[in-house]
């Protein structure tokens, strides 16, 4: 059990430094920024899908 929960860590660790990579390296505002960064800090894993589904393509 102590495996599984160590690779969703991992996982959710990449998904968390993809999305914010991929917010910083774009060329939005820095308010547009600012925003998703803090709701991917406040809400982890709902925050980076969010950003996945809604903010990447805006």
């Known amino acids: 059990m102590g495996l599984l929960y160590g690779l969703v860590a991992i996982a959710e660790l990449i998904l968390l430094l ?4 991929d917010i910083i390296s774009k060329g939005k505002s820095t308010v547009w920024k600012v925003i998703w ?4 800090i406040c809400f982890p894993l709902l ?3 969010a950003y996945i589904l809604l ?3 805006s």
């Open 18 to 21: 993809y999305c914010l990579i």
């Open 37 to 40: 960064v803090l709701i991917i």
């Open 47 to 49: 925050g980076a899908i």
């Open 55 to 57: 903010g990447k393509n």
